[in-house]
């Protein structure tokens, strides 16, 4: 029997020193970082809202910002804003845990690259979905409605894509897939001694499913629902391109008219409705907390075990169209006007006589692409890895110590998800602008890859602690017991256990850095042009094909990524 | 009377000869500063364009001084310059933005003047450059049709012809509460044709988006017969669709894209050898060709058939940046 190894005294002072100061430095740097990560650009949009004139301008203090809030085109807007992403996340969220439960816990058939598929729409970047939905669901001529007019033989309408429907539909397309990559690997780790019990119990399959599965659950879907809620409530593309010809405000459209349609700009209003929409998140954020609190969500032990597969015997074949179904409607449909349209002269007509490679060989020939590809993979990985890692960190710190100073750095963290995208960027452009010359982080790669970091670790922060409550303490206890040291422990067994959530985290992130414009347009210097400036200049420049071979490109390499990280977790996870 | 004029002249001549030499010499050391300092960085509102591109590798083929680009649209551009100023950080040379962006910039005190260029001779008198910047090209705003929906005949001969009954509802345009074609269509009617015109398009009600490209292929696809304010120069984008371009006999609003010095720039002589390459009728060529109105004289009469006759047509106007948030608010008023 092995016991616990006593500090070797030849270390003497100095280990003495770090274990005794190692606690309060580790929490002291981390706040440190994600102060400078999270804090400062927020400090400085702050300044912009309570300031008549951006920092740098000679201007006063007022609350003109705050006041413009009131106005009842921004309230409405806001009510807006936030009945479509409830709705949306709400239906998002009940499709993405039937698709989780169907995938993860039945034998329905084909469940592997189900499960990869059902993903995908997530990565398509979002102008060129709204494109081929506009193509498909306008009222004029839009391809479903052409069908149906055939069908019927009639000319009325089945649907129209320019109304509070269209912008909740193409906001489900993103939502779905992201909900249902944080959920499914919540199923999967769940022991099923605690199903069995239930069930021996008396309870109904529908009853355990709630009150068991479910209720286990409720960490991993509350966070993935404020995510995507949040999410929702920042959307632009869907908002710009479904509701504004047909006067749907909403919070991002109003902030990009304040900055962007007006010959004076108006960031002081534009950074008020910036923090107002953080405080509204601020309250969810505290609702979650107070549905979570003092509840032990624990379902992976250390007692092995194999989560239960139910089998649904005829059923599974509808559980089987329920998914291919989805895959059709949010993947095959757009991505198979993205693939035919890269084939193509001009996205939507498909006359013979148009057929042609030349967007391939535009995006091939294109030095500006590829170099911008080169420095998107390099910040991609570099980001993502950094982001899960600090993540990883601060999840750790906050749900599974008693450190003081937890609840701030978790805070902190989930600062910038708050804000809207366009707004963050202005504040990492006034902030690193404004930083001391000789640090050399504005006008370089530095600049992007610590912005990137900011946006990201909010996600890497919730993948890895819905992770990790899951995990019982006895397994942590158990290996330090046995004298492995933090480190050790952290890498071998938690990381290890929640290596399925560090890879999907890990993959949100790198594709959130390929998608990222608004402050990468900020922040980019000639040297350091990413993948998204480069779409959009190939979008204003009159090329949306060029832009779908791009997309296509994006999917290739996430289908590569996604197949990568399943494999790993099939050699650590054998149920699938 | 004539002799002693002519003998003036002769006298003169020797005096005006040197100065032209002098300066050419001194345009000549400017040259070559340029060349030492090698690079030239544009910030510019341009995004994406192909033929700024050409205009770009044509100054770098010459010279041998090379331009770093960033791209950016028009409000992005402006806060960067602004914020890298404030905080003392001089990297770009040269701006490259729409008039009422640029009067902004002046007046806020962004730019530097850039001393005469040679080229200045070659400025069509309907664009003015003065001490900080200079006109570089123009845009033309037109109307779209779809060739399938809209017979020759029925094509709208006057912007007023957009008020027929016969397009209501079928009208797509870019938004004139918001910055882009829309607000320079807007003034440019109100002035022309008074607020009725605007009353009564509003009645037509016109279906406005914000996202150009994809509205100017929703028309050629048959979503809507007709598309303004169309920027002509967009037409290369669209060979080969059933749309084409129709400048109505009133002729076309524009708006004017400035060049001006950078404050503190850190290569001055090479923005100023650039800001001349871009006034030589070679590089205004490259714009007229692309449906851009060009600036300098004698360029129109050399551009491709087919935009010719489309160029040749009558400025309509433009906008007054000083009232440009006036006219925006009484767009939102008009058209709710």
């Not at chain 1, 414009?517 to 042009?529: E, G």
């Not at chain 2, 037509?204 to 696809?221: G, T």
């Not at chain 2, 449906?291 to 009469?301: I, L």
Request: aromatic share 12%; net charge positive.
């Amino acid at each position: 029997m092995t016991v616990a190894v006593p500090l070797d005294h030849r270390e003497g002072a100095f280990v003495r020193g770090l274990s005794r100061y190692g606690r309060p430095l580790s929490i002291g740097l981390l706040v440190l970082a994600l102060g400078f990560l999270t804090v400062y650009p927020l400090a400085m949009l702050l300044y912009g809202s309570i300031h008549s004139t951006p920092p740098g301008m000679a201007g006063e203090f007022n609350a003109a910002g705050y006041r413009a809030l009131l106005a009842p085109d921004n309230l409405q807007a806001l009510a807006n804003t936030a009945l479509i992403s409830l709705v949306k996340t709400g239906l998002s969220l009940s499709l993405a845990i039937l698709m989780a439960w169907i995938i993860a816990r039945t034998d329905t058939p084909g469940r592997g690259v189900l499960e990869i598929l059902i993903t995908l729409p997530f990565f398509i970047p979002p102008i060129l979905t709204a494109t081929a939905w506009a193509m498909l669901g306008n009222k004029q001529v839009g391809t479903i409605n052409l069908a149906w007019r055939w069908i019927t033989g009639g000319d009325g309408t089945l649907i129209d894509v320019y109304s509070y429907g269209g912008i909740v539909w193409h906001m489900m397309q993103y939502s779905t897939p992201f909900i249902f990559l944080f959920v499914v690997d919540a199923f999967r780790a769940m022991d099923p001694s605690l199903e069995e019990a239930s069930r021996m119990s008396g309870a109904t399959r529908w009853q355990t499913f709630w009150r068991v599965t479910f209720a286990l659950m409720l960490p991993v879907t509350t966070s993935a629902f404020i995510l995507s809620f949040i999410r929702g409530m920042e959307a632009f593309e869907s908002a710009v391109f479904f509701g504004t010809p047909v006067n749907i405000k909403v919070l991002t459209t109003q902030i990009f008219d304040l900055i962007t349609q007006r010959a004076q700009p108006d960031y002081q209003a534009a950074t008020a409705m910036g923090f107002a929409s953080l405080v509204l998140m601020g309250v969810l954020l505290v609702l979650q907390g107070r549905l979570l609190r003092g509840r032990s969500f624990t379902t992976v032990t250390g007692k092995a075990y194999a989560p239960t597969v139910a089998r649904l015997g005829p059923w599974r074949w509808l559980t089987f169209a329920i998914c291919v179904g989805f895959f059709v409607l949010t993947v095959a449909l757009p991505v198979g006007q993205l693939l035919l349209s890269s084939f193509f002269q001009f996205f939507g007509f498909y006359q013979l006589d148009m057929l042609t490679l030349d967007h391939y060989r535009s995006v091939w020939g294109n030095d500006e692409f590829w170099r911008a590809f080169g420095n998107t993979m390099l910040l991609g990985f570099v980001g993502a890895t950094a982001t899960m890692i600090l993540g990883g960190i601060i999840a750790y710190i906050s749900t599974r110590t008693t450190w003081p100073g937890r609840k701030l750095i978790d805070v902190l963290a989930w600062l910038p998800w708050m804000m809207p995208g366009m707004v963050l960027g202005i504040g990492f452009l006034w902030g690193f602008a404004t930083l001391p010359h000789w640090m050399p982080i504005y006008g370089s790669l530095w600049a992007l890859l610590l912005a990137y970091m900011a946006l990201g670790t909010p996600v890497a922060v919730r993948v890895t602690s819905g992770a990790y409550a899951q995990i019982a303490r006895d397994i942590e206890e158990c290996s330090r017991v046995h004298g492995a040291n933090w480190g050790q422990t952290m890498l071998r067994i938690l990381v290890a256990l929640a290596w399925p959530a560090f890879a999907v985290g890990w993959v949100l992130i790198f594709f959130g850095i390929m998608r990222e414009l608004s402050a990468s347009i900020l922040l980019y210097v000639p040297d350091t042009q990413v993948m998204s400036v480069v779409m959009l200049k190939m979008w204003n420049g009159g090329k949306p094909e060029d832009v779908s071979v791009v997309g296509l490109i994006m999917l290739a390499l996430v289908l590569l990524f996604r197949w990568v990280q399943l494999r790993f977790i099939k050699q650590r996870i054998s149920t699938l | 009377m004539r002799r002693r004029r002519l003998l003036g002249l002769l006298a003169a001549a020797p005096a005006i000869a040197r100065s032209a030499a002098a300066q050419d010499a001194d345009w000549n050391k400017v040259v070559d500063a340029a060349k030492k300092e090698g690079k030239v960085s544009i910030y510019t509102a341009t995004v994406g364009s192909p033929f700024h591109k050409k205009v770009f590798d044509a100054f770098e083929s010459k010279y041998g001084i090379k331009v770093d680009r960033l791209e950016a649209r028009a409000s992005e551009i402006r806060e960067r310059v602004r914020v890298e100023q404030a905080a003392g950080r001089f990297l770009g040379d040269i701006h490259h933005n729409g008039s009422t962006t640029t009067w902004l910039m002046t007046r806020d005190g962004n730019f530097q003047p850039h001393g005469t260029l040679p080229n200045y001779k070659n400025i069509d008198t309907t664009y003015e450059p003065d001490d900080t910047k200079i006109p570089a090209e123009v845009i033309s705003y037109c109307v779209l049709v779809n060739k399938n929906l809209v017979k020759a005949n029925d094509e709208p001969k006057s912007w007023k012809d957009l008020l027929d009954p016969k397009w209501t509802g079928k009208i797509l345009s870019d938004d004139y509460r918001a910055l882009g074609g829309g607000a320079v269509f807007f003034p440019v009617m109100l002035k022309a044709f008074g607020r009725e015109f605007h009353e009564k398009l509003a009645q037509q009600k016109p279906v406005f988006s914000r996202d150009i490209q994809n509205s100017e292929r929703r028309c050629a696809r048959g979503e809507f017969p007709i598309y303004i304010p169309f920027s002509l120069q967009d037409y290369n984008n669209l060979k080969g669709l059933p749309v084409k371009p129709v400048v109505p006999a009133e002729g076309r609003p524009y708006v004017r894209f400035d060049l001006a010095m950078l404050k503190n720039a850190p290569h001055p002589n090479a923005a100023r050898v650039f800001m001349n390459f871009y006034l030589e009728p070679e590089s205004q060529l490259v714009f007229g060709n692309a449906g851009y109105a060009p600036v300098v004289k004698g360029v129109v009469e050399k551009t491709l058939p087919e935009i010719r006759d489309l160029l040749a047509t009558k400025p309509m106007g433009t906008t007054d940046p000083p009232k440009q948030d006036e006219m925006l608010a009484l767009a939102k008023e008009i058209y709710k």
